[in-house]
C-alpha cells in the first residue's frame, strides 16, 4: 500500500480558543468544502465532538455519491483533533488538526496520511485526479477560512468602534 502526505499550514490571526472553537464543530466543514464534492453530513446534530465520535456524510466522486464514515480518534481541546476514515473511497486516511498559539494568532496544521485502494491502478489515478482534487480542496478551505476569520476581524472592530 502507497501511502501519501498532505500538510498544510495557516495563520490565523485570532486566539487558539477561538480558532479552535471554529473547527471542532463538524457543520463548518460543508461552509469550507468547495460544493462541487457535494460534501453533506447525514450524522443527525447536534454532534458532539469528542474520542470516539463518528461522523456520516457523503461526498461525490465523479458525479456519484459516496458514504464516508470517519472515527474522532483523538480528541484535546483546544489543542488537536485527529478523524480516521473507517469507511469510504480511502484504503487509509488519517487527519490530524493541531492548533499552535502564538503573539499575533494561532497557526493550524493539516496533516492528512492516506492511501488508495487497487495498488498500481490506483497510484495512477492519484497522480491523474486524486492528488490534485485534495490540493484543489485545501486550497479552496485555505482562502475561505481566511475570508471568514477576516470577516470576524472586521465585525470584532466595527464592534471595539
Known sequence: MKLYTLKR???IPFDRNTVFSFF???????KITPSDVGFTIITPNPIKMQTGAVLDY??????????WT?????????HSFSDVSIKGPYSFWHH????????????????????????????????LWV???LDNIFNFRAKI?????????????????
Open 145 to 161: 477560512i481566511s475570508d471568514i476569520f477576516s470577516s470576524l476581524s472586521q465585525k470584532e472592530q466595527t464592534v471595539q468602534q
Open 70 to 78: 470517519t472515527l474522532i480518534t483523538d480528541y484535546d481541546e483546544p
Open 9 to 11: 499550514k495557516q495563520i
Open 96 to 127: 490530524r488538526h493541531w492548533f499552535e498559539e502564538t503573539e499575533t494568532g494561532t497557526i493550524m496544521y493539516d496533516e492528512v496520511t492516506y492511501a488508495l485502494p487497487f495498488g498500481f491502478l490506483g497510484r495512477i489515478v492519484h497522480s
Open 24 to 30: 471542532k464543530s463538524p457543520e463548518n466543514l460543508e
Open 58 to 67: 457523503t461526498i461525490k466522486l465523479a458525479g456519484i455519491p459516496v458514504r
Open 131 to 133: 492528488k490534485k482534487q
